[in-house]
């Protein structure tokens, strides 16, 4: 009977000895679980002729930094946070011209900039002087890491109260002169991403649509033809994040309308002009044009020659009351010189400043500053209406991070559609100089402000780096859609981008931010754990065995000879 209570109590002394020893693992777990997940968005990779650019690694496992470290601190395991609204640029700039070892740069953007997450109060919250110093910030700050090669992971995130409060710790620990290392202990951070792999033959894809005009009766000759262009995919520091609602949103948005405008004066042989009307929606603009090049040259020779002239679309959201045309011909070209007048004219009528600016192309140089340009190249007439009064340098304002919903004035691209679509319209049907209103506002004809905000909103949450569009990506068949809905015989071109562009993949992924405890610590629990392991071994012999047979446990073994004896 006492055996059996002997037996009896040593089970229940095993069962409560698991159950803390399972307390104390769950404790440890706990004590590693993660603080919190958030989605981070990559820098761009990217090759020219071979030339490495962008962030080459994607995998990331260091202790989290700030910008409160004290000087010659070693970061070569750390990851530096820096708000955008806090950025240092001069320290950037260290950081990435001396290349300086860095565990990796975790750059926080205002949560203004989340298309994913948009707050229609946040415009009121951001006042306009802290709109242009983080958009100022952001042109700056791409236009470093942009043209860089960096040899360790840059991810962007947007802010949130969950990272805002692990910054916050960090900073504390920084600014107390004990950053964060296997020592100390802190946060740190683990991405897990594969091998980013360069985008093998990377597609472009043009998307154009007719409205034809119409013929007098008798006449043999084809009708001459109007362009409007407008490129419709962006890059930018972040592939994930490039939505590009200045360029080339405004542009996309001001062609849809046109198409939408003339298809209703088309569509009644009495109002159809003798013109025909061709829209283009092009790919690869931010890689030199490359999608208006292959599609132009496309063209068989009777189309090109038709072309009276071509109006390409660029960036025409975010302009003070001032617009340029940019054209290669010499404004003295008789053309031209239509053009400008009938633009200036309209213009004028609407309160906005026209101004023209020529630039000559250089016919030997694969380089082109303006989507018209490629135009030029084939001798065809061709202007680019922009509120730029400068072309950007390649692979700039294509989209960025400073080019989002916040810093696009809606009411200047209405206005800019008023004024092409009026400009067009005259010179087709022959009423320049006349004071007449064709898309007057309050008549079926009036530019639709709500098609072009719902497009615009569209445009402003929806990345298009052209690479990472497949050729029936979601977005391009909206686009062939609503072209379809508006103009005729609608024809898609499926192209590969020059080689002398590499672009590779693995653009987003999740961010495990963990706090962990110190070596200090796991020593100091380690000691604990084995004290108590081997308390509790030391109980358990001694009630069911005794202590002899606990003594005997540690008794040297008699030597062979003792045996043998």
């Known amino acids: 009977m006492s055996s059996r209570k002997q037996r009896e109590r040593q089970m229940l002394e095993s069962i409560y000895s698991m159950i803390a020893l399972v307390f104390i693992l769950v404790t440890c777990i706990e004590l590693c679980d993660a603080a919190t997940v958030v989605d981070v968005y990559r820098l761009i990779q990217y090759d020219i002729s071979g030339a490495q650019f962008g962030s080459r690694f994607a995998t990331l496992n260091h202790h989290a930094g700030s910008l409160h470290l004290p000087p010659g601190v070693d970061l070569s395991r750390t990851v530096v946070i820096i708000p955008v609204r806090e950025l240092n640029i001069t320290l950037v700039k260290e950081f990435i011209a001396q290349r300086k070892p860095l565990g990796g740069l975790l750059f926080l953007l205002p949560q203004m900039l989340n298309f994913e997450n948009r707050d229609p109060t946040s415009e009121s919250k951001y006042q306009i002087h802290e709109k242009k110093l983080t958009n100022n910030v952001l042109v700056e700050l791409e236009r470093l890491l942009i ?304 098609y072009i905000r719902s497009w615009l909103d569209l445009l402003s949450q929806t990345p298009r780096v052209a690479p990472f569009l497949s050729k029936n990506d979601p977005f391009v068949m909206a686009l062939k859609k609503e072209l379809d809905d508006h103009t005729h015989e609608v024809n898609v071109q499926h192209e590969v981008l020059d080689g002398m562009f590499t672009i590779y993949d693995s653009t987003k992924a999740k961010l495990n931010i963990y706090q962990v405890a110190s070596v200090t610590f796991d020593l100091l629990l380690l000691l604990v754990l084995g004290s108590y392991l081997i308390i509790l071994f030391t109980f358990l012999v001694i009630t069911t065995r005794g202590l002899d047979d606990l003594i005997s446990l540690f008794r040297r073994p008699p030597s062979r000879k003792v045996k043998a004896a």
């Open 147 to 450: 043209y860089a090669n960096i040899p360790y992971p840059v991810y962007f995130a947007f802010e949130d109260d969950d990272i805002d409060a692990v910054l916050a710790d960090v900073k504390r620990n920084d600014a107390s002169g004990q950053p964060a290392t296997a020592t100390t202990g802190s946060y740190k951070l683990v991405v897990s991403a594969p091998e980013p792999k360069r985008i093998a033959s990377p597609a472009i894809t043009n998307i154009q649509g007719w409205l034809p005009g119409l013929k007098a009766d008798g006449d043999p000759n084809q009708l001459p033809t109007i362009a409007i262009v407008a490129s419709y995919d962006t890059f930018g520091t972040a592939p994930a994040l490039s939505v590009g609602s200045d360029s080339n949103g405004s542009g996309i948005v001001a062609l849809l309308e046109i198409a939408r405008l003339f298809s209703l004066l088309y569509s009644n042989p009495k109002t159809r002009g003798r013109y025909n009307l061709l829209f283009g929606l092009t790919s690869g603009g931010p890689y030199n044009y490359n999608g208006t090049h292959k599609w132009l040259r496309s063209f068989d020779q009777r189309l090109r020659e038709s072309i009276d002239y071509a109006i390409c679309l660029n960036s025409i959201g975010s302009w003070d009351n001032k617009l340029w045309i940019h054209v290669s011909k010499p404004p003295e070209n008789a053309l031209i010189k239509q053009i400008f007048e009938g633009f200036s004219t309209v213009a004028e009528e609407l309160g906005i400043e026209v101004s023209l600016k020529h630039k000559k192309i250089n016919i030997s140089n694969p380089r082109v500053a303006w989507e018209h340009e490629q135009f030029s190249k084939l001798r065809v007439t061709a202007a680019t209406l922009t509120g730029l009064s400068a072309p950007p340098e390649l692979l700039e304002r294509t989209g960025g991070l400073s080019d989002s919903r916040h810093f696009v004035n809606e009411d200047a691209i209405v206005r800019s559609i008023k004024l092409v679509a009026e400009s067009i319209a005259r010179h087709v049907y022959d009423y320049q100089g006349k004071n007449i209103q064709i898309f007057a506002d309050d008549t079926s004809l009036a530019v639709n402000a709500p």
